[in-house]
């Protein structure tokens, strides 16, 4: 069984420009959450979907980042425009649906994005 | 806010025992989680323990929780070098399930 892929593995880009980071869950997780390592800091939360639906954006620093997952299947995490505060490794993580109550609880994480603006 | 604490860096000699101290703020917690991390690689969940127990026991692995003094430590028996990582302690938080993360502490096991 295939794991929690995230795409790219690491990206470059300019102060200003626009980066779009894929997650793509363990088959079958209704949740999917994002959460964010900037440099030296602890991984925070950003939010969290049930399906397609966002149930938990609290954590979503500013309106420059939009989080969509359409179908319920993958999700996409826009920023847009970046800045240099945004640098950091960006994890996506998985677990099954809600009506398990142990399984629910156990999240599995990708390998995360690196993301640099310069 | 709900606050996840741990030492920065640990170095031990290859055989010895590891442990990994972490305290969090959260009283309602309902499960602790050990996440480990290898260069360049993602999150590996290591073990998890209900609020409820004690101790939780895999193999080389011994987790431990005192609820009252909300401490967490993870005893890793016969250190190896391969156990050379970053280890996360997490809460989890909130109503929605979000994990709420340590700093994480850096193990160095010496040959």
């Known amino acids: 069984e295939a794991g929690v892929t995230q795409f790219p593995s690491h990206s470059v880009i300019e102060k200003g420009q626009t980066v779009t980071l894929r997650c793509d869950p363990i088959?079958?997780?209704?949740?999917l959450y994002w959460y964010r390592r900037v440099m030296g800091k602890e991984i925070k939360f950003l939010l969290h979907f049930v399906k397609e639906s966002k149930q938990d954006e609290s954590g979503m620093p500013n309106n420059r980042f939009l989080a969509e997952r359409t179908g319920g299947t993958y999700s996409t995490l826009k920023v847009q425009p970046a800045e240099l505060e945004d640098s950091g490794v960006y994890f996506c993580?998985?677990?099954?649906?809600?009506?398990?109550?142990?399984?629910?609880?156990?999240?599995?994480f990708g390998a995360g994005t690196r993301l640099s603006v310069l | 806010g709900e606050d996840v604490e741990q030492s920065l860096f640990l170095s031990v000699r290859e055989g010895d025992s590891s442990v990994i101290n972490c305290t969090y703020t959260?009283?309602?917690?309902?499960?602790l989680y050990w996440y480990k991390q290898e260069p360049g690689a993602g999150l590996q969940l290591l073990t998890y323990i209900f609020s409820n127990m004690d101790m939780k026991q895999d193999q080389r692995l011994t987790v431990l929780l005192n609820k009252k003094d909300k401490h967490l430590s993870l005893r890793i028996a016969d250190t190896q070098t391969g156990d050379s990582a970053i280890y996360f302690c997490?809460?989890?938080?909130?109503?929605?399930?979000?994990?709420?993360f340590g700093k994480g502490t850096k193990l160095s096991v010496k040959p």
């Open positions: 959260d009283s309602s917690s309902t499960y």
């Open positions: 993580a998985s677990s099954q649906d809600q009506s398990d109550r142990i399984a629910k609880n156990i999240q599995y």
């Open positions: 088959s079958g997780h209704d949740n």
């Open positions: 997490a809460d989890r938080g909130g109503s929605q399930g979000n994990l709420i």
